[in-house]
Nanobody
């Protein structure tokens, strides 16, 4: 199983941007690239929500939750074993713990707080 580690969360004002990183330390490209990768988020008192996904390999297929379309962008760098989530025009309702997964493993999550 991959070990996944998220980073890049923090406190940002509404309208601001963050880039989250999901790394797979200890893995090699051949064990990372075959996986589709997913970003989820969970706000207090709410169910976990799938935010974005990217297909395996070159990541040609990307999908987004309606709530983040046009604001968030997912990408991957297989040579670095990293998946990114670029978040622009952040809103208070984006506040949550963001976690990445390959469908088998999960990271510990990173907190994103959007507040003035």
């Amino acid at each position: 199983q991959l070990r996944l580690v998220e980073s890049g969360g923090g406190l940002v004002q509404p309208g601001g941007s963050l880039r989250l990183t999901c790394a797979a330390p200890g893995s090699i490209t051949s064990t990372f690239s075959p996986y589709s990768m997913f970003w989820y988020r969970q706000a207090p008192g709410k169910q976990r929500e799938l935010v974005a996904s990217i297909s395996s390999g070159r990541g040609d297929s990307r999908e987004y939750a309606d709530s983040v379309k046009g604001r968030f962008s997912i990408s991957r760098d297989n040579s670095r074993k990293i998946v990114y989530l670029r978040m622009n025009d952040l809103k208070p309702e984006d506040t949550a713990v963001y976690s990445c997964s390959n469908g088998e493993s999960w990271g510990q999550g990173t907190q994103v707080t959007v507040s003035s």
